[in-house]
């Protein structure tokens, strides 16, 4: 585990979930309260083919979110093009990924920055090669977590496991943030939201609604930019809700 590294690794309860929409919320959250902030987007299927090579949309949007200039190969070491497994993504192109050479360019990033925001491709349990996962990826670079809970039927069961699984690997769990996956809300939201922050062993950062107008800025002005703030410095497990 990295313990030199500051910021957090951000996973979802599934994949389209809002993962970039929290993400660039957070780096912007961040940078508005004066901290260099750097942004990662290590595995990445879906890529576009242009001049300069395969650019993936997520990627691109959290490099124009955060405030730390960086190359593309910094913030997407790995980048595929067909949107499917990046394990198979990656077999299909001949390439094993490997913890490495995103290791580096986080720590590259973070020698630049006083904060790195890390989006993991998937949900938590992704695998990404036949000996490294999303769990491990998060494990050695030593970030704690973030949890964005898609809002639809399920995302209790969803939600809960998800924690247990991050926990259980070994990762602090150092918030939650609720995403509106949906034009209209998902029945019961508020209820849901509700029992979602009574269960979970960390604390809600926000709910982003479904936004008309997607930028990093309106994704934070939903979040608790001082409870962020606060879980770069936790004082031991003070940021964790306590026992029940």
């Not at 309860?13 to 993962?19: L, S």
């Not at 260099?36 to 979110?65: C, H, I, W």
């Not at 190969?73 to 490997?98: D, K, R």
Request: charged residues 15%.
């Amino acid at each position: 585990m990295n313990a030199g590294l500051k910021g957090f690794f951000v996973t979802g309860t599934d994949t389209e979930v809002g993962k970039t929409v929290v993400s660039t919320g957070i780096v912007h959250a961040l940078a508005a309260r004066g901290l260099r902030v750097a942004a990662m987007k290590p595995v990445a299927s879906g890529g576009e083919p242009t001049a300069a090579g395969l650019r993936n949309d997520d990627a691109m949007q959290l490099m124009a979110a955060a405030n730390v200039e960086a190359g593309y190969g910094e913030v997407n070491p790995y980048c595929f093009e067909p949107p499917i497994a990046p394990h198979l993504a990656a077999q299909e192109a001949g390439v094993v990924i490997g913890a490495g050479p995103i290791l580096n360019a986080a720590a590259t990033l973070a020698s630049r920055s006083d904060a790195l925001v890390v989006e993991g491709v998937g949900g938590w349990r992704v695998p990404l090669s036949a000996t490294l996962d999303i769990p491990a990826l998060a494990n050695s670079l030593g970030l704690p977590v973030v949890l964005v809970v898609g809002l639809r039927l399920g995302c209790l069961n969803h939600a809960l496991l998800s924690a247990e699984s991050i926990l259980g690997h070994g990762c602090r769990l150092a918030g939650w943030v609720g995403s509106a996956v949906e034009s209209q809300p998902m029945t019961r939201q508020a209820g849901n939201v509700e029992t979602l922050e009574q269960l979970l062993p960390a604390p809600c950062w926000g709910v982003v609604p479904h936004l008309d107008r997607v930028s990093p800025a309106a994704a934070a002005a939903h979040l608790d930019g001082a409870v962020l703030a606060a879980a770069l410095n936790p004082q031991g497990t003070g940021n964790m809700k306590g026992a029940r």
